[in-house]
Structures are given as structure tokens and as C-alpha cells.
């Protein structure tokens, strides 16, 4: 598998006090568990995204724990009341302890 | 909620598109039997065990109360396929320091495994409000469980009806 | 005897196979998804599968997409060319999307978008070819494709590409596999009536590569190809196959006059 492409969707400005929605998607087939291997017959290991995590500033603003039932490709969104300029990270955690993540800068005036 | 001759028109797959949307005065059909848990006996014995067993992992033995008027669920009534239903939901809450949504959970009755999502909410979120893409093996109820700062907790369903297709491919 | 045979594809005698639901036909409602009688999968969709397809950013076929769009400006092979060397900017492949398949002199058959793609790794950039469905060439084909998007379809039947859209005229319209039907049984005389749950579409190619909620990935127009050929159960040629690619020719004629949709969202 190739390796996680995370997208996003974030504004680069925005007022004082505004809340933002934010819009992410990460390239993962999150591999539930639950599904056999056709020719073997055994259990394809699970191996999903399991967290995600938006920190603004270096502050925790949005997290989610993800179970198998996520469909592949995880699409999250979610909203953000921002007060300051500065910058989003965003994170995802994999089964196998990998985390990948992406930054956005915002303008607040 | 949609009207009948708005669905109809937009309906390219010839049955209605009608999205279950539970709001305030709105309480469905689905959400009106809906009682606290644990020991609703709403949905079949085959899938409760479960479905408690992740609600208990989740909330301990909390009380769950009537959530139909503040919890909202945007999803299809019917899913085209099982592998990526779309779901909004939605708290009130005025999300300050002092009153906020903390986290919603997101379970599915039917499903193998009945956790779905976990979203974790702060005053910095500004509106307790997520989307994502979920699995649903088969026709079954969707449920969130929302939690507040004030330690109160509060819970709604909605039944999602998934097809089976026909030309797989 | 065919409703019979539909319910066996679908593997049940009881189904409700060509129930006859009333389809909204409404030209202005479906833009330009609509040529005449022409009617792009996207208006068989559900809405939310439409919605995905409306905006790049929740399609996940975009994923590769962006990937590809990186690929496009890596050197690659012992030419040491990317394809922005003797391309420049992707959007000159404006078009491209409209008129494959094409007749390929030096094959004296023809070629593919993907095809074309391979041949041009290996002619010019000296690289290996990329697999038939791997993310790279699904990838690159849809953002040559992309760059056509709206773009009505006009592949040309004319001069030495003719034979050719005649054999894939006879494939669709061949009894084949166990249930005994032709690609028009589904796509002709029963498009826009329901197969189990599902609504018959017309199956027109022109949102291909798609994503594909069922594959929860993008596929190519051969990759459903050969399942609608296992659900006839019928041995399914290979992607790529000089069968497919002269069938890709005439459905992709027949969908002439409809967008460029590339990537769609489908069921």
C-alpha cells in the first residue's frame, strides 16, 4: 500500500471568533477485521486509522476515535472557533502505531 | 425534513429521498420508543448483548437520557451501499467553558463490531458538530450517545435501511 | 424467461427484478447530465453518492489524483523524463478525454487512454510500464481525463477505428456466461428499471476511472467490465484485452454528446 495521503480542506482566513469548519480526508483502506483472504480463507489482520487528532496552536481543539466501521478512505469534518492567528496539525494514528500529519496555517483579523 | 414532492423529484433512484433528520419537534418514528439504556428492549436480543457491552464500555453504567430533542442525525433512510453511508450529527449546546458538548458516540446496532465513532469536543470546537463516512453491514439503527460537562449524558437513534444490490460487478 | 434469468443473476427466484419504478426524466433537473435520451450513471446515483461526486475535495478518487498530478512532474526510466518534459502543464492534455479509444498505427489496433500512458513511459521515458489497475495508472488516467471533464464526449468510429467498434458492437450485443446475456439485455432494454435493489443504469463509460463506494476505490472502466461479465458468469477477459478495449470503443461511442466525468462517484 502506498503511503497515506492526508487532504485538507481548511480556511486560511478568517474573523476574530469565527468558527471554521475544517475538512479532511486521508487516503487508507482501512482494513476492518473482519474480512477473508479469497484464496486462503483466513482473516485479513485488522489495520485501521484509529485517532484523529486537530490541535490549533499546539492546544488539543478535536479529536475522534475511529473503529473498523469508518469506511476506507477516512473523511472527517468538524468545526473550530478560532480567536488568534496561527497554526492547525493535524494527526492520524495507525494500527501499527504509524502517524501521519499535515499543517494549515490561519489568518485571524 | 424533506418534503414528499421535492423527494420525488430528486429521487434518480426512483424510490423517495426522504433524510432522516431528528430534531426538535421532529422526534420520528425510530426515536420515539426510545427510552434510557441500558435495558430498552428496542432492538432484538440477537444484537443487544453487543450494543450494551459497547455502550457499557463506553459509559460505564451512566443513565442515558432522552436525547430525540438535541441530538441531530443527518442520515440517507436508505443507503445505496453499505460501505460509505454519510452521517452528520449534531448537538445543542452553547459549546463555552461552562456548558458543552464533551463527546459524541456514535454506535451501530448491526454490525459485527458496534463501535463506530468517537468524537471529542471542546469549547475551541465552536459547534459540537461532525461528518464522516461510516459501514453499515445491514439495515440496522444508528445511535449517538451525546456527553455533556455537566456530566449528564443523553442518547437518539435512527434506523438506516441498506439495499442489496443487484449487479454487484 | 428474462426477468427469470435477472433473478437468478441476482440470486434470488423472488426478487424484484424490473419492479418497472417510474424514473424522473427531467432534462432541466439533470443539466448536463442528460443528452437526449443519453443519461450518465450520475443520474442513477443517490443523492449523497452525487454528493461526493459534487465536490473534488470529498471525492476520494482525488486522492490519486494529487498523487498523480506529483507523478506527472517525476523523472522516471533511463531517459531520466517526466511527463511535464515534453508536456509541460498537465491541462495540454485538454481533450485527450474526449476522444479515446483511438486506432494506433503501429498496433493496427487500438489504444486506450491507459494505453497511451504506458506506451508513453516506455517509448519516450524509457520506464516500465505501470500495471493495469494499479493506483499509479488509475491515478494518471484520471487526471488526463480530469483536464476533458465537461467536456462532451466525441470519439470517432470513422476510417481504420471502424472494425473495430463493429467487434465491440457484436460483444455487446452477444449472449455470453451461464445466464445467457448480452451487456444491452441490462443496458438497452432494461436501463432505468430495477435489478434487485439496484436501478439498471445505461451503463455509459464516461465517468471512468470512477470511485467506486462498492470497491471503496477507484477502479477502471475494464475492472467493471469484467464483473459485470462474472455476474452474467462469464469468463471475464483481461483488463486491457483487445476485447475490452474495442468494447470500451463502442460504448464509449455510444456515449457521445454526454460529459467527461472523470473521476465520478458511483455506487
Redesign the interface.
Given at each position: 500500500m502506498?503511503k497515506p495521503?492526508p487532504?485538507i480542506?481548511a480556511p486560511k482566513k478568517a474573523s476574530k471568533g469565527e468558527?471554521?469548519e475544517i475538512?479532511t480526508?486521508?487516503?487508507h483502506?482501512?482494513e476492518?477485521g473482519?474480512r477473508k483472504d479469497r484464496k486462503t480463507g483466513e482473516i485479513i489482520p485488522r489495520k485501521i486509522i484509529n485517532a484523529f487528532t486537530c490541535t490549533?496552536n499546539g492546544?488539543?481543539?478535536?479529536?475522534?476515535?475511529?473503529?473498523?466501521?469508518?469506511?476506507?478512505?477516512?473523511?472527517?469534518?468538524?468545526?473550530?472557533?478560532v480567536k488568534e492567528s496561527g497554526e492547525f496539525e493535524f494527526t492520524w494514528v495507525d494500527d501499527d502505531g504509524t502517524t501521519y500529519s499535515k499543517k494549515s496555517k490561519l489568518t485571524v483579523n | 425534513m424533506t418534503s414528499q414532492t421535492k423527494a420525488e423529484q430528486t429521487g434518480a433512484a426512483g424510490w423517495t429521498r426522504r433524510r432522516f433528520i431528528i430534531t426538535l419537534g421532529a422526534a420520528s418514528a425510530a426515536a420515539a420508543g426510545l427510552t434510557a439504556l441500558p435495558g430498552g428492549a428496542a432492538w432484538s436480543a440477537e444484537d443487544a448483548k453487543t450494543v450494551e457491552e459497547e455502550i457499557k464500555r463506553l459509559m460505564g453504567g451512566k443513565e442515558l437520557a432522552d436525547g430525540a430533542k438535541i441530538i441531530s442525525m443527518d442520515l440517507p433512510q436508505i443507503a445505496e451501499n453499505g460501505n460509505t453511508v454519510p452521517l452528520e450529527v449534531s448537538v445543542e449546546s452553547p459549546m463555552t467553558e461552562a456548558d458543552h458538548v464533551t463527546t459524541v458516540h456514535i454506535v451501530a446496532d448491526g454490525n459485527p463490531r458496534p463501535g463506530v465513532a468517537s468524537f471529542h469536543f471542546s469549547p475551541l470546537s465552536g459547534r459540537a458538530q461532525a461528518s464522516t463516512r461510516m459501514r453499515l453491514a445491514k439495515t440496522q439503527n444508528v445511535i449517538a450517545i451525546a456527553e455533556m460537562s455537566d456530566g449528564k449524558a443523553y442518547m437518539t437513534k435512527a434506523e438506516v435501511k441498506v439495499t442489496i444490490g443487484g449487479c454487484g460487478g | 424467461m428474462r426477468r427469470l434469468v435477472l433473478a437468478l443473476l441476482c440470486g434470488s427466484a423472488v426478487s424484484l427484478a424490473f419492479a418497472g419504478v417510474a424514473v424522473t426524466d427531467d432534462a432541466a433537473q439533470w443539466g448536463p447530465y442528460k443528452v437526449g435520451d443519453k443519461r450518465s450513471g450520475y443520474t442513477f446515483a443517490q443523492p449523497e453518492t452525487r454528493a461526493i461526486q459534487e465536490d473534488d475535495f470529498e471525492n476520494p478518487a482525488f486522492l490519486l489524483v494529487d498523487a498523480a498530478a506529483e507523478l506527472w512532474e517525476t523523472a522516471e526510466g533511463e531517459a531520466g523524463k517526466s511527463c511535464a518534459d515534453c508536456h509541460e502543464d498537465v491541462e495540454s492534455m485538454k481533450g485527450v478525454g474526449t476522444r479515446y479509444p483511438i486506432y494506433f498505427e503501429p498496433w493496427g489496433k487500438l489504444m486506450n487512454v491507459e494505453q497511451r500512458i504506458n506506451q508513453c513511459r516506455v517509448d519516450n521515458m524509457k520506464a516500465e510500464p505501470w500495471k493495469y489497475e494499479s493506483d499509479a495508472l488509475l491515478g494518471m488516467t484520471m487526471l488526463v481525463k480530469l483536464q476533458s471533464r465537461g467536456m462532451p464526449m466525441e470519439v470517432s468510429i470513422d476510417g481504420p477505428a471502424a472494425p473495430f467498434y463493429e467487434k465491440g458492437k457484436a460483444f455487446y450485443e452477444e449472449r455470453r456466461g451461464q445466464l445467457d446475456m448480452a451487456c444491452a439485455h441490462c443496458h438497452v432494454d432494461n436501463a432505468g428499471t430495477m435489478l434487485r435493489a439496484n436501478l439498471l443504469t445505461q451503463g455509459q463509460p464516461n465517468g471512468f476511472p470512477t470511485y467506486r463506494l462498492k470497491w471503496q476505490k477507484a477502479g477502471s472502466l475494464h475492472r467493471r467490465l469484467r464483473g459485470c461479465n462474472k455476474q452474467v458468469r462469464a469468463k471475464p477477459f483481461k483488463a486491457g484485452s483487445d476485447e475490452y478495449v474495442n468494447l470500451e470503443l463502442y460504448i464509449s461511442h455510444r456515449a457521445n454528446g454526454l460529459p467527461v466525468e472523470t473521476p465520478a462517484v458511483r455506487n
Open positions: 502506498a495521503k487532504r480542506r468558527v471554521i475538512k480526508l486521508i487516503s483502506p482501512m476492518s473482519q490549533y492546544q488539543e481543539v478535536f479529536k475522534a476515535d475511529f473503529h473498523p466501521a469508518i469506511s476506507a478512505n477516512p473523511y472527517m469534518s468538524f468545526f473550530v472557533k | - | -
